[in-house]
Every structure is written in C-alpha cells, then in structure tokens.
C-alpha cells in the first residue's frame, strides 16, 4: 500500500474506534455503574476475561496496551470487590493466572444485557438493510484482523 492508502486506512481505523465510543461505549457505561468506582479499564479487564476465561498478567497488559504494574493495581482493586481471582501458574511458578469470579461472570452478564438492550435503542431508527451490511462489514473487519499477524 502506498502512504496515501495507509493514511486513510489509519484515519478509518482511529475514527471508527472513536465513533465507537461515542456512539456507543459512552451510553453502555452510563447504564450500567452496578459497582460505584469501577472504571473503564476494570470494565476493560472483566471484558477480556469474560471472553478469554483465563490470562496471565503479562497477556492482559499487552491487550490492554498498560504497564504491568498499573494492571496489577487495578487487578487487586477487582479482587477485593470479588470480581476476578487469582491463582498460581502449575507451569510457572513465577507467574499468575486470573480469571473471573461468580460474581464477576455475573457483571458481565448484567453488563452485556444492559449493552445490548442499549444498542436495540440506538440502532432503533436504523434502515436494516444498512443495519445488515454494517454487521457483515464489522465482521469481515474483525475476521481480517485476526488473521494479521503481529511480529
């Protein structure tokens, strides 16, 4: 790709994370504030581990894109609210796996039901068959993204 085709490709990229939020991510957490002092990125953490199950410390700071030490922090804080545990590693010592709650399964549950009923009113007035081809381009988005491999 030349420059000018990256450069659009990084403007659509950085605009849809940002009408994402504003369209979307915004009205989510405003609807659902269950845990006083929860914040985006404990949000974040429940997120990937309701998706992933069970990550080390390392993996979510790379997904998170955050120094250990600031994840470990927020870890500790989600811990003591009974959301997230953490266990040892029986490969390596040296390292922990965490992993959610009960609870912390729940929230997510609460949350994801809250965000959907969320969406169902934003999307509301929207045409379906453009509904339709967003969902298909979002897929195809997602699914090409997978596929890149990071060195």
Do not use: W
């Not at 949000?43 to 581990?49: C, D, S």
């Not at 992993?99 to 997510?108: I, R």
Request: glycine fraction near 4%; include cysteine; proline fraction near 1%.
């Amino acid at each position: 790709m030349n420059y000018e085709d990256l450069r659009e490709l990084h403007d659509l990229i950085f605009g849809a994370m940002g009408l994402f939020h504003e369209k979307f991510l915004r009205q989510f957490r405003k609807r659902n504030q269950r845990y006083l002092g929860l914040k985006k990125n404990h949000t974040r953490i429940i997120a990937f581990l309701y998706q992933h199950q069970v990550l080390t410390a390392t993996e979510m700071a790379k997904m998170l894109d955050m120094e250990k030490g600031s994840l470990t922090t927020l870890i500790v804080q989600l811990e003591e609210l009974g959301l997230v545990m953490r266990c040892d590693d029986l490969n390596d010592r040296r390292k922990f796996l965490i992993s959610l709650t009960d609870a912390g399964k729940a929230e997510m549950e609460t949350t994801l039901s809250s965000s959907t009923r969320c969406m169902s009113e934003i999307l509301s007035d929207a045409d379906p068959d453009e509904l339709q081809k967003f969902v298909a381009g979002l897929r195809y988005a997602v699914e090409f993204m997978e596929k890149i491999q990071v060195k």
